[in-house]
């Protein structure tokens, strides 16, 4: 059974560029959340995705976007890069009438 | 909303020694209370986890916590160490439903021979 998956794993990007991250759910989830961490601190909640539909945000410009697939996968898109967003992206998934929350490898991201 | 307060950036401690990191929270509704590992370069990985019922809760590892509502505490303790849990600790709550996890800044376990 794999659990969440996560592409690509690392990449570059320039300033100003936009990028898209792609996430798996675990079988058996339908709920994606996607959060940012920045080096040396606690993940940050970006938004929830479940029946194709954002239902939560956290505190981020509109600049991230994402989507929801009908198989229950989901991209987080990142438009007008800046400095600030290198992180590593992480993918979490859960069961829609469930609390427990897997988290992917995520996905480094380094803006030059 | 809620917030989560990790008290100890860094923990160190000798091996075979026990350990507790320290998690506080405050919401203003009632709320799931979790523990993350997070390995060098790598994802997180859940620990354990309180919903409801017995405040004593046990994980993976060897790990276990305590969720004190009156100290609105969820502190984490592990008897004795190992070298292999040199890791980054989170602390996490939720409301449920579609609210995200509020994490911690984290807390740095390191374990000295």
């Known amino acids: 059974d794999a659990g969440v998956t996560q592409s690509p794993t690392h990449l570059i990007k320039t300033r100003g560029q936009q990028v898209t991250l792609r996430c798996s759910p675990k079988s058996g989830h339908d709920t994606v959340s996607w959060y940012q961490q920045a080096l040396g601190q606690g993940p940050q909640f970006i938004f929830q995705?479940?029946?194709?539909?954002?239902?939560q945000r956290g505190n981020f410009p509109d600049r991230f976007s994402g989507h929801q697939f009908p198989n229950y996968s989901s991209e987080l898109n990142v438009n007008a890069l800046l400095l600030g967003d290198s992180a590593l992206y992480l993918c979490?998934?859960?069961?829609?009438?469930?609390?427990?929350?897997?988290f992917g490898e995520g996905s480094w991201l380094t803006v030059v | 909303a809620q917030s989560v307060t990790q008290l100890d950036s860094q923990v160190p401690v000798f091996e075979e020694a026990p350990v507790e990191l320290r998690c506080n929270y405050s919401s203003s509704v009632s709320v799931y209370l979790f523990w993350y590992v997070q390995y060098p370069n790598q994802g997180l990985q859940l620990l354990l986890k309180?919903?409801?019922?017995?405040?004593l809760v046990k994980g993976i590892n060897g790990f276990e916590a305590e969720f004190n509502k009156s100290q609105t505490s969820f502190h984490l303790r592990k008897p004795s160490v190992h070298i292999s849990d040199t890791a980054e600790y989170f602390c996490?709550?939720?409301?449920?439903?579609?609210?995200?996890?509020?994490f911690g800044k984290g807390t740095h376990l390191i374990i000295q021979p």
């Open positions: 309180y919903l409801s019922g017995s405040t």
């Open positions: 995705y479940y029946e194709e539909e954002e239902r």
């Open positions: 979490a998934s859960s069961p829609r009438a469930g609390t427990t929350i897997y």
């Open positions: 996490a709550v939720t409301g449920g439903g579609a609210d995200g996890l509020t």
